[in-house]
Nanobody
Framework: QLQLVESGGGLVQPGGSLRLSCAAS????????VGWFRQAPGREREGVSC????????NYADSVKGRFTISRDNAKNTVYLQMNNLKPEDTAVYYC?????????????????WGQGTQVTVSS
């Protein structure tokens, strides 16, 4: 059974950092493009950052460029999202998702397999 599990969320002060992890089980993640998405209360789910199966291509939402970095370790079957200089507007549930096709825009509609999400709260 294909499963994605996110971890690393929590409560952090503005300006702080967190690293999210997305671990896959039941399949080999290196065949898949992987994305991080987030959803704040009352808002639609949005793409934060996506990485191609090889790791050679990435894209980022404008709101996180220069602050967030996506990476993958295929040997560990895991994708990471390093989040620095966090802001209150980054508060949301963060989801990772995977899909197996051409690497495209970081949009939720392109992704098939989803984790359950991890809460990130940025507050003083």
């Amino acid at each position: 059974q294909l499963q994605l599990v996110e971890s690393g969320g929590g409560l952090v002060q503005p300006g702080g950092s967190l690293r999210l992890s997305c671990a896959a089980s039941g399949f080999t993640l290196d065949d898949y493009n992987v994305g991080w998405f987030r959803q704040a209360p009352g808002r639609e789910r949005e793409g934060v950052s996506c990485i191609s199966s090889s790791g050679g291509s990435t894209n980022y939402a404008d709101s996180v460029k220069g602050r967030f970095t996506i990476s993958r370790d295929n040997a560990k079957n895991t994708v990471y999202l390093q989040m620095n200089n966090l802001k209150p507007e980054d508060t949301a549930v963060y989801y990772c998702a995977a899909e197996r096709s051409l690497f495209r825009q970081c949009l939720p509609l392109y992704y098939n397999y989803w984790g359950q999400g991890t809460q990130v709260t940025v507050s003083s």
